[in-house]
């Protein structure tokens, strides 16, 4: 498989979980926050997770336009720096609060975030080859 078959299928991946967690945290942040044992949260609490829900979301369709584009060293750049610095940053926060709290529940997003830092970071780093149009002789 080649490279720009790789980096569309993680572009597309990534575009879907974080479209997901975009609208469940767009329109579900009560009930999130309910789960999390926040019994009485206030009004900024919904609106901070509404507009995360909402850069999620944004993010999601960026990852979705630029899926059929050439992705990796200096074609997309701007595209796989971003996800590199988002999914890194944040997988490495889980870890933080992982080790700190040893919370179970943090395995799966701790998980997803670590393999995407990881995928981003070999597209980010890697040249990507798209093989030519074979001719006729």
Do not use: D
């Not at 944040?90 to 179970?104: D, G, P, S």
Request: charged share 10%.
């Amino acid at each position: 498989m080649e490279n720009w078959m790789n980096t569309k299928w993680i572009m597309s991946t990534s575009a879907m979980v974080m479209g997901i967690a975009g609208i469940v945290l767009s329109f579900m942040p009560q009930e999130i926050l309910n789960y999390l044992g926040s019994t009485n949260a206030t009004g900024i609490e919904v609106v901070v997770l509404q507009v995360m829900g909402a850069l999620y979301f944004a993010f999601a369709m960026t990852n979705w336009t630029a899926k059929a584009n050439l992705i990796g060293g200096i074609y997309g750049r701007p595209i796989a720096i971003g996800n590199l610095c988002h999914f890194t940053m944040a997988a490495l926060a889980l870890i933080k609060v992982f080790f700190r709290t040893h919370e179970t529940m943090l395995l799966v997003p701790m998980s997803v975030y670590v393999t995407f830092a990881i995928a981003y970071t070999w597209i980010f780093f890697t040249h990507p080859f798209k093989e030519l149009p074979k001719t006729v002789n």
